[in-house]
């Protein structure tokens, strides 16, 4: 069964730093696209990040570029986000998601950051 | 990267139909076919409902149909029941970055 878990999310202070991961089963995650998506509370969906299969070319959200990190461990068959200098407006539930298709074909649960003082 | 318009809600009786909008413009739904459409329920995770403007991944009933017109996209649920009640979402892409809608809460009345 193809399956994503995701796990990291806490509460942290402005200027913070967490870590997610998003660990995949029945498949790859160096073998297709994958992304990080988030949902602010009672707020749409919007895309963050993602990072190609192969060479594993990375590309973000005007709105966290510069400050959060896609990579993944193909040991560990693994997606991770490093997410730095947090805002209060970085509190979300962020997903990890499979692109096919030309779109998200699988997700995980969510985690939830929460980023407050 | 702005996000493509939905209205905030739509609604029908249990076995007709509701269409729901997605707009953009020609440089992200007007510029390719890759126009898809996520159904979320309260606390879930989004579900792949449509991908490439009017394509059913497997396990999702036909009665959701997806098309396109210029600068905007469309989902249409045909005999609604309530388990169609939830929020929905499209999304295309603006180069090669993914944007979603704005989402419409379809209410089965």
């Known amino acids: 069964e193809v399956q994503l878990v995701e796990s990291g999310g806490g509460l942290v202070q402005p200027g913070g730093s967490l870590r997610l991961s998003c660990a995949a089963s029945g498949f790859t995650v160096s073998s297709d696209y994958m992304s990080w998506v988030r949902q602010a509370p009672g707020k749409g969906l919007e895309w963050v990040s993602v990072?190609?299969?192969?060479?594993?070319?990375?590309f973000y959200a005007d709105s966290v570029k510069g400050r959060f990190t896609i990579s993944r461990d193909n040991s560990k068959n693994t997606l991770y986000l490093q997410m730095n200098s947090l805002r209060v407006e970085d509190t979300a539930v962020y997903y990890c998601a499979r692109m096919a298709r030309g779109g998200f074909d699988v997700w995980g649960q969510g985690t939830m950051g929460i980023v407050s003082s | 990267q702005s996000a493509l318009t939905q209205p905030p809600s739509a609604s029908g009786s249990p076995g007709q139909s509701v269409t729901i909008s997605c707009t953009g413009t020609s440089s992200d739904v007007g510029a390719n076919n890759y126009v898809s459409w996520y159904q979320q329920h309260p606390g879930k995770a989004p579900k792949f409902m449509i991908y490439?403007?009017?394509k059913r991944p497997s396990g999702v009933p036909d009665r959701f149909s997806g098309s396109k017109s210029g600068n905007t996209a469309s989902l249409t649920v045909s005999g609604l029941q309530a388990e169609d009640e939830a929020d929905y979402y499209c999304?295309?892409?603006?180069?090669?970055?993914?944007?979603f809608g704005t989402g419409t809460k379809v209410t089965v009345l």
């Open positions: 990072i190609h299969n192969g060479g594993g070319n990375t």
């Open positions: 999304c295309s892409y603006a180069g090669f970055k993914p944007v």
């Open positions: 490439e403007v009017n």
